[in-house]
């Protein structure tokens, strides 16, 4: 295989952060700690080379008029017929996100040397920054959506530990587990749907374009598609865990859901854009889903009391509207409509803080409160509907609540029963009751034993 | 290679543990020193035996290093307090008739090794726990293959493997006595329960070694499909429903579950019951992606009973999954390694898992479309269980009982770091391994 230099440098691009990731916990693990000057410069030189290599591509292609830089390592493993295709993918959709990622991970990496400074976890927070960003570049760079679901799972996989980052409060270590529960629960529609596009279409590879498939099997494989879309991006009815994801560090939360990770889910969709425009149901769905959640993060996101959640709803009204745009073919907009948010939303987030700080400021200044806006909307309502529209918007319009009572509790109460089935006999003849382990007391307790 | 050679070679494969077994029990002092000599020793001849085999065929090696590689590994990362003679004795015991059972080509020889792991479960001196399940397990599974084997005698066929394949000696009365050695013996539902109840009540890191023999996938990989090809092409689908309905039964029963012990049997076991639905699946992606997983689980669920048995050690044994723990404080390599083996159970990319699974759930859905969405199903569970196992056991704030302890010692940083390793090279390079399951 003969690779020219602009497959290396997509190659490098992607795998830098990783193998730094990689080296990095390796030494720890064998006892080594960097300090803190080394970590921040690492992270600052690791950035700033992909950034000026991914500008360096993007100039390649506009200069020499080709539409992508491709670059194939034959299968990663192949079982007779099935193979995992490993290819990397630099073209006019991924670059932008490509280099959306690496300056927004630059930023961030140089932003948290500062607010991070003598924190305990200033290691693990950058070691998970670099996880990150190799998880979000192999994701857009990805040239099938085999490899896509493994940079999708990562970035999922580091959202989690750095929403626990502070790890001595119980909060936003169980926020970490319910987010990574509904994160598991979509990928299993990205797992599925992959499987669907082997089996119909004999590849999920993408880099020649999607075959056109049969309109059942194309709005089955959307809405399976979907499902994890809506999932990543938090879109109805997994809205729930965004306001939950905001217990982990500032520059984490500017970087995850203002940014990069929110708008994994609309980069999925926009790469299988034309698989859903092929079918109506699958197309519509997107709509809908993206109109439902534009409404509902406009409206939750004025009951918000901080700042952080408020911004959290902000970003989800607009990754609706995205939504829709993409359900509707408008690809270009779509696009556009990321990298504009992406951008305002990172600095928003990072402002956040000090913002509180300057809102302060500004009361004490005036002497009272700044005039309330925003309120031309509610006064279209009446007055009882808008104390119902605060009540739902106050409970996050019940969406935990929801998938709660459906499936959370039902799951739990079989999971009860189960036990219940496990433990019997063991305090039957062949056992003596002081036998009884610890953990199965308490169920015979209960039993009344 | 020759067959005189070979033979020498598994003889001292097999051997080495229990002459190391014996050596143990006398010089109790240095029980460590000669477990990871005798079971290095294995490691050498399986490896050579390994690289002589023939490329097509070369599962039983492949298991022999694998195992053996396990061996070296529960030796090292077995705690202080653990590391008396009877423990050492009994688990290079177990070693080396699992090596047999793994080397052998004969019926006989099969049965023995299969009653010889399963022994020192039985006996107080050695790992028997004090509930009844597990013996009872143990006891039936034993029962049903003597009784299939006695029949294949009866029937006047050979007890060499390799002569009756393909043959369905004894009729459908041997297939279906050994699928019930299958059940038990794997803890394929509504046997399942013995495996919590031996982890819970029984020696954490012996008992992961027996665990990891996989003799229920054995059994099926290299008695069932070969000698029944007919009737397991047939009546195959009903044990992958059962692996299939075990994997999700007790991914859903983890959900609850409290003791981390049983909460780690339940996922090593929910996971071994998918290695025994790709091996069902009858698609090449399926039985690839569970030889594959048969790696992952072996050395994942080691990994973490390991780690569990050193926290005990450290923090006592009340360890519980009802509250917040905070052990990373006080451990934070401990925690790294324990969330990597877990993440590698369940399918993370850039693990060997990410690969296995893949295969899997490609081989299972491609053979049954419907059920083989409780797969990944299961696993997403089995996912959320284990990251909920981390977040108690080392997240939150320290309890305040807990005197300050010793994070891991070089001893068993340098073994677990081999171990993490082994799954990351191997998922990032899976072809390696892959290659080993064709």
């Known amino acids: 295989m003969i690779v020219d230099f602009w497959q290396a440098t997509l190659a490098l691009v992607v795998l830098l952060p990783g193998a730094i990731f990689v080296v990095l916990a390796l030494l720890w693990l064998m006892g080594w700690v960097p300090r803190e000057r080394v970590i921040s410069r690492l992270t600052h030189l690791t950035f700033s080379l992909i950034v000026l290599a991914l500008t ?394 | 290679m020759t067959p005189a050679s070979r033979f020498t070679l598994r003889i001292v494969a097999v051997s080495a543990p229990w002459c190391g077994a014996i050596l143990a029990a006398i010089l109790a002092r240095h029980a460590r020193m000669i477990a990871c000599a005798a079971a290095s020793l294995s490691v050498m001849a399986s490896l050579i035996l390994l690289h002589a085999a023939a490329a097509p065929v070369r599962l039983n090696e492949t298991l022999m290093v694998l195992f053996s590689c396990l061996a070296v590994m529960a030796t090292l990362v077995l705690p202080k307090r653990d590391c008396n003679a009877s423990t050492i004795a009994g688990m290079l015991f177990v070693v080396g008739s699992t090596l047999l059972a793994y080397t052998t080509e004969d019926l006989l020889i099969f049965l023995i090794a299969w009653i010889l792991t399963a022994a020192p479960f039985f006996w107080t001196e050695f790992f028997a726990a004090e509930v009844w399940r597990p013996r009872v397990a143990a006891g039936l599974s034993t029962i049903a293959l003597t009784l299939a084997i006695l029949l294949i005698a009866a029937a006047g066929e050979r007890m060499a493997i390799g002569e009756l394949q393909q043959r369905s000696p004894g009729g459908m009365t041997v297939f279906w006595l050994l699928v019930v050695a299958v059940i038990f013996r794997k803890g394929i539902c509504p046997a399942h329960a013995w495996v919590a109840d031996a982890a819970e009540n029984g020696p954490a890191v012996p008992t992961a070694l027996l665990l990891n023999g996989h003799f229920g996938a054995l059994l099926v990989a290299k008695l069932i499909v070969p000698l029944f090809p007919h009737a397991a092409s047939d009546l195959f689908p009903v044990l992958s429903y059962l692996a299939l309905a075990t994997a999700l039964y007790v991914a859903i029963r983890a959900l609850t579950e409290n003791s981390p012990r049983r909460l780690l049997a339940f996922l090593a076991l929910s996971q071994s019951a998918c290695i025994l639905a790709g091996l069902e699946s009858r698609t090449a992606e399926g039985i690839s992606g569970a030889l594959v997983h048969w790696f992952v689980v072996t050395v994942s669920t080691m990994g973490l009973f390991g780690i569990l048995r050193l926290l005990e050690v450290r923090f006592g044994e009340n360890l519980t999954a009802s509250r917040h723990l905070g052990l990373a404080e006080q451990a934070p390599r401990l925690a790294v390694f324990f969330v990597l083996f877990g993440l590698a159970l369940v399918g993370s990319p850039g693990t060997l898992s990410f690969c296995s699974q893949d295969l899997l759930i490609q081989g299972t859905l491609a053979s049954h479309s419907l059920t083989g969405l409780l797969l990944p199903i299961a696993i997403a569970m089995n996912a959320i269980s284990i990251f909920r196992l981390f977040v108690r056991l080392f997240l939150g704030k320290r309890r305040t009982g807990f005197t300050v302890m010793a994070d891991a010692l070089p001893r068993e940083r340098w073994i677990l770091t081999a171990a993490v390793l082994f799954i990351v090279l191997g998922g990032l390079f899976p072809n390696a391994i892959v290659g080993l399951t064709r």
């Open chain 1, 56 to 449: 360096a591509m993007i100039w390649h292609l506009s200069a020499s008029g080709a539409s992508s830089i491709v670059i194939t390592f034959g299968n990663w493993f192949a079982v007779h017929d099935y193979h995992f295709p490993l290819a990397l993918l630099a073209d006019r959709l991924s670059l932008p996100f490509l280099l959306l990622t690496a300056a927004l991970s630059g930023l961030i990496g140089k932003f948290s040397a500062t607010y991070l400074h003598r924190e305990r976890g200033f290691l693990r927070f950058f070691l998970l920054l670099q996880l990150f960003a190799f998880g979000s570049l192999l994701a857009f760079a990805a040239g099938s959506l085999d490899l896509m679901a493994a940079g999708w799972e990562i970035v999922g996989i580091t959202s989690v530990l750095l929403i626990a980052f502070f790890q001595q409060r119980p909060a936003p270590v169980e926020n970490g587990l319910r987010v990574f529960a509904i994160y598991r629960a979509c990928d299993i529609g990205l797992l599925v749907g992959v499987f669907a596009l082997h089996h119909w279409a004999g590849t999920a590879s993408f880099t020649n374009g999607f075959p056109s498939l049969h309109e059942t099997q194309s709005a089955m494989i959307g809405l399976l598609l979907l499902f994890a879309a809506a999932g990543k991006a938090a879109q109805i009815p997994f809205s729930g865990w965004l306001p939950r994801a905001m217990e982990g560090p500032t520059p984490s939360s500017a970087i995850f859901y203002g940014a990069i990770s929110i708008h994994a889910g609309a980069y999925l969709l926009l790469r299988v854009q034309p698989l859903l425009a092929q079918s109506m149901l699958g197309s519509s769905a997107v709509v809908v889903i993206g109109v439902l959640t534009a409404i509902q993060g406009s409206i939750v996101g004025r009951a918000s009391a901080d700042a952080k959640t408020s911004l959290a709803y902000a970003s989800l009204t607009q990754v609706g509207l995205i939504f829709v745009e993409i359900g509707l073919g408008w690809r270009r907009l779509a696009v556009v409509h990321i990298l504009g948010h992406a951008t305002v939303r990172t600095l928003q987030f990072l402002r956040a803080p000090s913002m509180l700080h300057d809102y302060h400021k500004m009361h004490a200044a005036i002497g009272g409160e700044l005039t309330p806006a925003g309120r031309h909307l509610a006064k279209l309502f009446p007055e009882r509907f808008q104390l119902w529209l605060y009540r739902w918007a106050m409970d996050r319009a019940c969406l935990d609540t929801i998938l709660d009572r459906f499936i959370v509790d039902p799951l739990m109460r079989l999971s009860r029963l189960f036990a219940m089935l496990d433990y019997l006999g063991l305090d039957g003849p062949w056992r003596r009751p002081e036998e009884v382990p610890p953990s199965m007391q308490n169920v015979a307790r209960q039993r009344g034993e």
